[in-house]
């Protein structure tokens, strides 16, 4: 009976791991089945490279979008980056454990609170606070970059706190036993070996600031225009499937899935290149 | 430990079973789904609707115009809801039935001096063809244009009604009325377009053509710029369905439209 | 001029300080901001009454409900389906080419925004499958959401119980699917629960995915097949249809505390995990 019963288990658990698969292989399918066709059809240089975008007219030029995500997560990685980086650095290595215990609570706090919540202090606060003293409509590059880096800060700091409360402690007591203040064991030593982890970080956040919707849509102004100031508004690939969603149908509904596999593919690289990062670290110990 | 595990499968297995015993439903359900305008209305003639007709379940779910036709046609809801002047061609296989009209106020910021505009210089600012305040009377400043999103039946209706209208590429687009009118209220250079129930004293509606935004202009005609609120349906759509209909064009359905802020539909 | 280390220190450490405030500064400027706009609204009678006027008055007691059933139709599904792919893959398989495929696949979709999986939960759920807008649609969308993360953490989990224990375990006499029941799982379940709680924690937040497959009804849901509403897409509704401002902070403040709420859960539940394998 004990054999019939491991049988059951493994064939069972065959079963439940190719459902799971099945379904998230469906969905890969399901957007690379709508898009990719679509791709073809209108021609991959219009697609991307066109800046005409008017779907009742049959046009879908999604190059403004793409520019414009580009854009946001670059400036929303200016932002988040460094301040996510220098805080996990320095509440790790300068900061006492009982600050910590604080403060690592209410960064996983802010890392919960939904996206929308974000985009509407950005309309309220933000955005009117960018119009008077920087000009323009307020919803702009600008808002939605700062609002994304401050979105993107608990991923990047969580992540690298992880990298570098890894490190040996054994890599600080030599430094110091050598005679390096604390600052150079830090970005002598210890940056260094936490470095992929930190890139990691950095990569994963990205991946998270090109897939934003909600917060975007709120405080971006979604002009289709490529940006000429920061200031300007625009309209990312992710608030361009969001607006046309409701409104898209045959051809248009399949450029929204083709502009699905484009976000798709970027991450995807994003991905490839986290993971080689992170498994450099792993070979490294 | 290998209790506590089994223990948690089994409640969060019955839990599973009370959630699909619901399966059978007992009561009908009718899903109304499109025009955000309308929704609130939809959802107060659902609730008064549903305290003398407990049988029935209406839920409202939003989308916009667009959605609302498309997911008719589907089926995937029964009652589609349609602010638009006209509707488009797919919903020929519809029934539609005008339950309200509304108007469509222009709106600025209470700080700008403008106070009238034509349908002429309405069309040319939202064409971009007129960007600059003054040259409608107003300080020397870009105009900042307000629009809504594609699917949406308030900008469908105001583009139809105001015509010939090619969206200057410099408009900011929000998806829905309040995002729109929260934009005007603090863009002292904006100008954009919502549904006249969402008039309030943070923005100000232009006259048009001479006419004020008002119930009174609306009901007269001398305002223009308004557009009707279409159900829509199947035309094999349930008793049940009807019936809910027919409360929507009573006495006491419109009664509640027009206490809320809409214009009755006739 | 080279200089001293000692002053390079204190720069450092300024500029890194300097950083590291502004950011804690932000952050509690956010929640604060939020609370002393929202708390006043929170009471118990806003938490346990349902909403009136699309929201304008009334309380969020749908919308809580929804909030709850919501997170939980999508683990019922995702847990299992997850724990059981990860099980098999770490215990029944082998490292292959293909595992380290089906890896990074997980991987790549736990990146796709979720716009796109909202996109494709209308279609495929609420208008294919004939669903309709439902917990159910909503559930199933938000599940095949989460399974990555839950495969990845879970995967983790299992792997990182020491290979020891297994082989005591055989040596013992005990078959493999006994192993796992009885030594691996319990070892892994801090890990596996931090997945899910991960999972939970990305529903409740989750909004572009939700609207469009669970829908927006403010109703009581009777059955998996009943539309409902979170706060999240609450919040959402009133703040841009312009609906109540008021409402709109005071579902924010009770949506931030839930996420504390969340987070409190599961450090307890860890603490209370970790001490009881220490015994």
Redesign the interface.
Known sequence: M?FN??KI??Y???L??F???A??L???V??LKEGVPFMFKVGLKDFLFSSDWN??AGKFGIYPMIVASLYVTFGAMLIGA???V??A???NE??PKSVMRV?K??????????????G??G???L??MI?SYMGG???SVLAAAIILG?MV?PTV?SISTDAIAAVPNSYREGALALG?????S??MVIIKAARSGIIASIILAM?RA?????AV??VA?????IPQTVTD?V?TL?AN?????????GLA?EA??AT?VV??VV??I???IA?SAIKSRVRKK | MRNNIQAICLVAGLGALTLLAGCGKSREGITMAGSTAFQPFAEKLAENYMMSHAEVSVTVQG??S??GV?TTLSGTAQIGMADLVKLPKEADALKSLIVARDGIAIVVNPANSVEALTQDQIRDIFNGKISNWKEVGGVDHSI?VVSR???SGTRSSFEQIVGNVNLT???????ANG?VR??VA??AN?IGYVSHGLISERIKALKVDGAPCTEDAIMSGTYKLVRPIFLLTKADATPACNAFLDYVMSAEGQELIHKNGLIRAK | MRIP??I??VI??A???T??F???V???F??G??LSKGLPGVNAEFLLSAPKDMGRAGGIFTTLVGTVLLPLVAVAIAF???V??A???SE?TRETQLTRA?R??????A??????????G???FVVMLKMGWSLLSGGLTLA?MV??TI?RTSEEAIRSVPNSYREVSFSLGA???ET?LKVVLPNALPGIVTGVMLAI?RS?????AVI?TAGSSLRMPSSVFDSVRTM?VH??IL??EGISDEK?YAT?AV??LS??L??LAA?GMMHRFISRRAR
């Not at chain 2, 590429?169 to 998806?175: C, G, P, S, V």
Request: one cysteine or more; proline letters at 5%; glycine letters at 10%.
């Open positions: 004990k019963g491991e288990a493994k069972s658990l065959m439940v791991a459902s799971a698969l379904s998230l469906l969905i890969a399901f957007i779907p009742q460094p301040l996510g220098a805080g650095i320095f509440l300068f900061v403060i609570p209410t960064i996983e706090l802010l890392a919960g609170i939904p996206s929308v919540v974000f509407f202090l309309v309220m606060v955005a009117p119009r409509p307020g919803l401050i800060l700091i390096a203040t604390r600052w150079q830090v970005h991946g090109l897939g934003e919707t909600m849509i709120m102004g979604n002009t289709v225009k508004p309209r992710t499937i969001a607006l046309e969603m409701a409104n898209a149908t509904r929204l899935f699905g976000l798709f991450i995807m994003l991905n490839a993971l | 989308g916009g667009a959605l498309q900042s999103e594609a699917g590429d410099n408009a900011l687009i929000q998806n995002t929260e934009t603090k863009d904006a | 280390p000692k390079t220190q450092a450490v500029i890194l300080g950083a590291t502004l950011t804690v932000i952050l509690v956010i929640i901001f939020v299992p389906l997850g059981g792919t099980v098999y893959l029944y089906l990074f696949g997980t991987d790549c979709l990146g796709i925004p979720s716009i796109i999986f909202g996109l494709f209308f279609i495929f095949i399974l990555p495969i078959t493999r699917w796992v924690g409740i937040g989750e909004t572009a469009f999240s919040f959402y703040a841009t709109a924010a949506l931030i996420v504390l969340v987070n450090y």
